[in-house]
Every structure is written in structure tokens, then in C-alpha cells.
């Protein structure tokens, strides 16, 4: 009888316990989403039109762009890495496709494979210097973030380029950009109301999918989750983990130079400084991707919901007249929250 006793007493002093672990469970889990949720329920009530359609898709047009970036980057930090030369390639990407359309008259098809060319090749020889050489991955990039950054400005002195330009030898640029290239970044499809989506969102949700079953469901992406978890366990199964590095980056290359396509496409010109603000964006919202779901780690979809709350913050900011001197503190200090939160909850459950 004693021990019935005790064994009820046990269980009513345990049942708390269970009912704080599932309570904490809940937050590591959905506390992100339900904070998303409740940033758009307070925009909606402060502002006028931040639930209509057109809004929703301006936020997602918004975020195209370094979503993209961010999954690619999100591949790098799957392998233990990170890549800083990102919003260089997007820009590099960006300025090579005007140059081949607008200076040495070339079509939309050639402008994109050179930009694809690139991303690539520049991801290749970061993946090199970071395997062999053995340079850490962030001053690997960061060199070649500076490196990308000088060279996009030779071939025009520092000039951006555009339809008609002066070049450096007095000449005028005869070129112009393709319809079809510019499309990619103008062109909008029906979605039950006339020219709703742009073609940079569609281009956004496919790579994202794409990545996330690539990452998830793929032997290639468990083994990268593997290098990443412990690069030497995984040498010493036989995995061939600098080729899944080398790999990773040039994913990332890739990623980064197909949002330089989209932002050439978009602007219509070769603009040095229209890439200033990509990195810190992309990189944003892939650490807020740690967040989803308490992951705790690199993931696709998380980056993908990182991307659109930054997008909702900084739409619903602006909406409210917030100036924009302002917005890089709020989104910096929304970043600084979600990762304490998720990770001081992580560590709690962990002792």
C-alpha cells in the first residue's frame, strides 16, 4: 500500500513536469510561426490593404530575390560553411548579363548560361581554396566577395551599364536587352486575378522545393548533412567530404547568380549598387530559418519562411511609415530574439 502510495505521489509530482516539457516542446516548435502570424494579424489591424492580394505578392516579389540567395547560402551551412561572396556573385551575375546583352550584343540565352557559368566556376574555386588550401570558409569568401567587388567594375570604370551608355573609349554601347530576358524579371501570370504573380516568385517557390527534396530525400543530401554534423565521422565511413563541400558552394554560386539574372532582368541595366543590401538579407533569413520548427539547423523550408518574414517585417515597416534608417535595427534585433529564444529553449531541453 505504501508503494501505491508512492507510486501516486510520483506520478502527480510528474505530470507538471510533462505538462512544462510539452508546453516547451510547443514553443521550440511553433513559436516562430505563431510569432509570423501574429506580425501579420498586427500589420493587417495597423495598416490599410496589407492583406490584399496585390500586397501578398509585392511581399513575396520583395523576397524573391535573396530567398533565392539564402537557399543557396543555406547549402553551404548544411556542409558546417558559409559563404560570403553571395551578394558579390549576384551582383557580378547581374553586370555580365548587361555587358553580354548591351555591349557585346549578344542574346538572352548566352547572357544567362555566362551568368550561370559564373556563379558556378566562382563556387568551384571558393569549394578549392576552402578544401585544399585550407583557408577557413569566412575568409575564403569574404577574399573572394572583395575580389568579385573590384572586378565587376573594370571592364566599365565603375560605370553601371545600360542601353546607350558611353563606354570607357568614347564609344556608345549598340546593344539593348532581350524582351525574353527581360521577362524573367517582369513578366506576371495569372492567378484568378490578371497578371498577379511575378515571374521571380515562381522562379523562388520551384528552387525552394527543389532544394528542400534535394536536402531532405536525397542520399547527396543526408551525406551533406553528415559532412556537416561531423565532417570526420563521415571521412571515415568513406565519404568523399570534400567533394560534397566543393559541391555545396557551387550550389550556393549557382543560387546566387540566377538572383543576379532576375535582378538584371527586373532593373533593365547593370546597376553597381543595386546588390549593397543581398548578403545581409540572404543571410538574415537563413539564420532565421533555425528557428522553424526548432529545427536548429541549416534547412531549406525554414530559409524559405526566414525569407518571408523578413519580407513581412520590412513591407508591414514600411507600410506604417516606420523610417527606413530604422528597419536594419528591427530586423537585426527580430534576428538576435528568434535565435536566443530557439536555441536557450534547445539548450533547457538538452540538460
Known sequence: MDGDLAGKTAAKLEAPVQGRLSARELAIRYGFLVLLVGLIVFFSLATR???????????????????????????????GGFDLSIGSIAT???????????????????????????G?????????????????????????????????????EGRSIAAGMTMPDGSTAAGTFSANFLALGRHRFDFFIPDLVPASVVVLIVLAVLIWFFLEYTRFGRMMYAVGSNARAAEFAGAPVRAYKIWAYVISGVFASIGGILLAARLGRGDIASGNNLL???????????????????NAFGTAVGALFVGVLLQGLTMM?????????????????ALVFTFSLLGRKGR
Open 92 to 118: 557580378s551575375a547581374m553586370m555580365a548579363a548587361a555587358y553580354v546583352m548591351v555591349v557585346m550584343e549578344q542574346n538572352a540565352l548566352v547572357a544567362v548560361v555566362v551568368c550561370l557559368a559564373i
Open 280 to 298: 545581409l538579407d540572404a543571410v538574415a533569413a537563413a539564420l532565421i530559418g533555425f528557428a522553424v520548427l526548432g529545427a536548429a539547423k541549416p
Open 321 to 337: 511609415n516606420v523610417p527606413y534608417y530604422t528597419q536594419d535595427f528591427v530586423k537585426g534585433a527580430v534576428l538576435v530574439i
Open 120 to 156: 558556378a566556376l566562382v563556387g568551384l574555386i571558393n569549394g578549392l581554396i576552402i578544401c585544399y588550401m585550407r583557408v577557413p570558409d569566412l575568409l575564403a569568401t569574404l577574399g573572394m566577395m572583395f575580389l568579385l567587388i573590384g572586378l565587376q567594375r573594370i571592364p566599365t
Open 49 to 79: 490593404g496589407f492583406t490584399s492580394p496585390q500586397a501578398a505578392v509585392f511581399i513575396l516579389q520583395s523576397v524573391s530575390i535573396t530567398g533565392i540567395l539564402a537557399l543557396g547560402v543555406t547549402a553551404t551551412m548544411v556542409v
